[in-house]
């Protein structure tokens, strides 16, 4: 069996660093420019680290970034073809996130697909065609770890700022 969704809650050992470090940046453009790449550096190493043991194997990085997504925040159905998997790590603070969810899968309703595949054509901005079948609470310091190639969105976010948004990491992975 190939499991295509994991779910690790404590995935980080200090994520509420992360946290303060986002609304840090927001809040203050002037920054240590040395000591802030070297903590980066540093919490990077460690996160891949762990997913590399979580997949079994070694990674490639394709991309990394932080968002914040207030409520009704717009995202669509997609796939990635690019890489192999997504990494999502919630960091909001833990009451700002109760009762609710982030990623949520999909599957085509006339197709019954789950995954992209090359070739067909689906209309991901029709919602009507598209049964979701799982919705991941955003717990904080909840990794969600699948495959790139299902059908996802990314939720409709919560709260109204920065405090108490959903917050996460989302870290595109290629098999290495």
């Known amino acids: 069996m190939h499991p295509h969704i994991f779910i ?10 992360e946290y303060v ?34 997949l079994g194997s070694q990674i490639k990085i394709l991309d990394e970034t932080t968002t914040s997504c207030i409520e009704n925040t717009d995202s669509y159905i997609c796939a990635h073809i690019q890489s192999d998997w997504i990494a999502l790590i919630y960091l909001q603070l833990p009451l700002s996130s109760l009762g609710e969810f982030g990623v949520c899968f ?3 309703k006339e197709t019954g697909s789950e995954f992209y595949s090359e070739g067909k ?22 990794l969600v770890l699948f495959k790139s190639r299902l059908w996802h969105s990314y ?6 700022t920065l ?5 996460y990491k989302k870290i595109i992975i290629q098999n290495g």
């Open 8 to 17: 690790i809650d404590d995935f980080l050992p200090f994520p509420i660093k």
């Open 21 to 54: 470090e986002k609304i840090e940046d927001v809040s203050n453009p002037i920054t240590n420019f040395i000591g802030d790449k070297i903590h980066k550096k540093e919490f990077a190493n460690n996160t891949y680290e762990r997913l590399s043991e979580v």
């Open 155 to 160: 939720g409709n976010g919560f709260g109204d």
């Open 106 to 108: 999909y599957s085509h």
């Open 121 to 142: 054509e689906l209309n991901t901005l029709d919602e009507s065609q598209w049964k979701e079948y799982s919705k991941i609470p955003a717990k904080y310091n909840r």
């Open 163 to 167: 405090n108490n948004s959903m917050l």
